[in-house]
């Protein structure tokens, strides 16, 4: 949400601060998607992992 007239009212310090949040929020919101992907494709080799397992086991029975 963004509230420029509102922004307009602070002081110039307390300005930055709230741009400055707003950036490190951004940064930090990026990455959490990198890692939330990641962590798909690790969950995704995981499963591959497991099936490889599986058919190893098949074959040794």
Not at 22 to 27: F, N
């Amino acid at each position: 949400m963004h509230h420029p007239d509102l922004l307009a009212t602070l002081p110039p310090e307390l300005r930055d601060y709230v741009r400055g949040l707003k950036a490190h929020t951004s940064a930090l919101q990026e990455h959490t998607s990198a890692l939330e992907q990641q962590a798909s494709a690790l969950a995704a080799h995981a499963a591959a992992l497991e099936m490889q397992a599986s058919a190893v086991q098949a074959r040794q029975t």
